[in-house]
């Protein structure tokens, strides 16, 4: 059966040319210099051309931006209809990508920038969640989790957790996944630099993804 897959991520799951074009990008086949920071590293070393390779899924999009953030708020303040998780996945729906595309499993491996860029953190809300609430993290990952399934009912949604982040945001992501029925990889151990996986963590990341299939 195939699996055809989209990615809803950040700087972990970029590359560049295959990401939408004004994306911001993190890894590349040759790498930038100090001006524009640019990870090298083959296409075929990401966590998630691995996947594909060792499962045959189909990549129907991978929809990543370098420093975004499940909620509004980011490194710069309001990317609330910017590079958001949340604004990104509503310009999917709004132009007809899902009724156009069948998706077998959506990967969401967010929350890192969240935790990083200092973002309020709010509360765990699973219903009356208002807009202004989507500015803080926690009723942020839990709207955008409950609008997947909403959406998506009969899609596999995996939330990828990154180790090394604020224990606040990871334990929402598993106490919101348990309530609306997403699956959630909690990573461990991840080789990194700069606080970005190497070839190893990207096959570590993998290898954690992999154990769920």
């Given at each position: 059966?195939?699996?055809?897959?989209?990615?809803?991520?950040?700087?972990?799951?970029?590359?560049?040319?295959?990401?939408?074009?004004?994306?911001?990008?993190?890894?590349?086949?040759?790498?930038?210099?100090?001006?524009?920071?640019?990870?090298?590293?083959?296409?075929?070393?990401?966590?998630?051309?691995?996947?594909?390779?060792?499962?045959?899924?189909?990549?129907?999009?991978?929809?990543?931006?370098?420093?975004?953030?499940?909620?509004?708020?980011?490194y710069e303040g309001d990317c609330s209809h910017t590079s958001s998780f949340i604004y990104r996945y509503r310009c999917l729906r709004e132009q007809g990508f899902f009724e156009h595309n069948r998706i077998d499993t959506v990967f969401?491996?967010?929350?890192?920038?969240?935790s990083w860029s200092g973002a309020p953190r709010g509360e765990i809300k699973f219903s009356d969640i208002a807009e202004e609430d989507l500015f803080c993290v926690l009723p942020a990952i839990c709207h955008f989790m409950s609008v997947l399934k909403a959406d998506l009912p009969d899609t596999r949604i995996i939330f990828i957790a990154n180790?090394?982040?604020?224990?606040?945001?990871?334990?929402?992501?598993k106490t919101a996944g348990a309530h609306f029925g997403v699956e959630v990889v909690e990573l461990e151990h991840i080789d990194k630099q700069s606080g970005h996986p190497t070839s190893l963590g990207m096959e570590q990341i993998c290898s954690q993804v992999l154990s769920r299939f």
């Open positions: 059966m195939s699996n055809n897959i989209l990615i809803m991520g950040d700087s972990y799951s970029t590359y560049e040319g295959y990401i939408p074009e004004g994306y911001r990008t993190y890894y590349s086949p040759n790498g930038r210099g100090p001006e524009q920071p640019v990870t090298k590293m083959r296409v075929e070393d990401t966590w998630w051309m691995r996947f594909i390779r060792a499962t045959g899924a189909r990549l129907v999009l991978n929809n990543s931006w370098s420093g975004s953030t499940v909620c509004y708020t980011g969401v491996f967010g929350g890192t920038n969240d180790c090394d982040i604020d224990g606040c945001v990871v334990d929402c992501i």
